[in-house]
């Protein structure tokens, strides 16, 4: 199982992302996928989460209202748009998968991780 996230980047206060992750070795039909963050000094948190099973969605309080996560199943495909781009959204952003149709926004509940990317977000 790989997943590769990708679509980081260097934004200013206000700006917009698209985070991708690409599952290979897996189908995403049937496992949740989730989108996690880990700041410098900070531990890794759930930022938003989707099931395959229903197609619903989680967001950290966070983020809610500011970041969509959607799937494509055709091209096994996650993307997490980050749009109003905040300072304190800085981090490095992983995606994970678990062998579960359900998702969570807990970091040890994830059996396969991503690389990282990282969003950097200043003026």
């Known amino acids: 199982v790989q997943l590769q996230a990708s679509g980081g980047g260097l934004v200013q206060p206000g700006g917009s992302l698209r985070l991708s992750c690409a599952a290979s070795g897996i189908t995403l039909d049937y496992y949740a996928i989730g989108w996690f963050r880990q700041a410098p000094g900070k531990e890794r948190e759930g930022v938003s989460s989707i099931n395959s099973s229903d197609g619903n969605t989680y967001y950290a309080d966070s983020v809610k209202g500011r970041f969509i996560i959607s799937r494509d199943n055709a091209k096994n495909t996650v993307y997490l748009r980050m749009n109003s781009l905040k300072p304190e959204d800085t981090a490095v952003y992983y995606c994970?998968?678990?062998?579960?149709?359900?998702?969570?926004?807990?970091?040890?509940?994830?059996?396969?991780w991503g690389q990282g990317t990282q969003v950097t977000v200043s003026s």
């Open positions: 994970a998968t678990r062998h579960s149709p359900w998702a969570t926004m807990t970091p040890s509940e994830y059996d396969y």
